[in-house]
């Protein structure tokens, strides 16, 4: 079994080769205008997550609003029976 140093060490190595297969195929400037695409495309993912974070705490809010009308509604109405049953 390996160690952790040498799997480390061949992990590196096959990441350089990487490195340099791509900076040899795509150059400097592809790689770059990639990364700006992938910072750009994180930024609207994080958009959406915010958005959807915010609408479903909106919902939550109107769900537990509409539960107390609800248990409000509940209460009256068990009150009315109680009254008519006596």
Do not use: P
Not at 12 to 34: K, P, W, Y
Request: negative net charge; without cysteine.
């Amino acid at each position: 079994m390996k160690s952790y140093e040498e799997l480390a060490k061949e992990q590196a190595n096959r990441e350089g080769t990487l490195l340099s297969r791509l900076m040899g195929e795509a150059g400097i400037e592809e790689l770059t205008d990639f990364e700006a695409g992938l910072s750009e495309r994180q930024s609207e993912i994080l958009f959406k997550i915010t958005t959807e974070m915010e609408d479903t705490k909106n919902a939550l809010n109107q769900v537990e609003q509409l539960a107390q009308r609800l248990r409000r509604h509940l209460e009256r109405l068990k009150n009315l029976h109680q009254t008519l049953s006596k």
